[in-house]
Nanobody
Framework: QVQLVESGGGLVQAGDSLSLPCAAS????????MGWFRQAPGKEREFVAA????????YYADSVKGRFTISRDNAKNTLYLQMNSLKPEDTAVYYC???????????????WGQGTQVTVSS
């Protein structure tokens, strides 16, 4: 069992940066691959980024590649999503998730946080 708590969301302007931490507790954080997903109003939840257990491999959606960076600190049991050059279309609730069988598929993740709202104004 692992508990995930996202934070760091807020209202920013287009072009700004924001960092989202996801704090994990419970079983050993370093045992899980991790991912970030987001859900915009009226849309399906979509994959954003994922990272392997050690952090040596990362995966990104095309829409955020080059602007977002996923990282993890296994000593602090924390996952991060650094978001730069934010756009209004990045507005969504952002969720962290753990223990996937397939990094890109949300249904394969075993644990989810409650989400944090990110709003980007134009």
């Amino acid at each position: 069992q692992v508990q995930l708590v996202e934070s760091g969301g807020g209202l920013v302007q287009a072009g700004d940066s924001l960092s989202l931490p996801c704090a994990a507790s419970g079983r050993t954080f370093s045992s899980y691959g991790m991912g970030w997903f987001r859900q915009a109003p009226g849309k399906e939840r979509e994959f954003v980024a994922a990272i392997s257990l050690s952090g040596g491999s990362t995966y990104y959606a095309d829409s955020v590649k080059g602007r977002f960076t996923i990282s993890r600190d296994n000593a602090k049991n924390t996952l991060y999503l650094q978001m730069n050059s934010l756009k209004p279309e990045d507005t969504a609730v952002y969720y962290c998730a753990a223990n996937p069988r397939n990094y890109y598929r949300q249904e394969s993740y075993g644990y989810w946080g409650q989400g944090t709202q990110v709003t980007v104004s134009s």
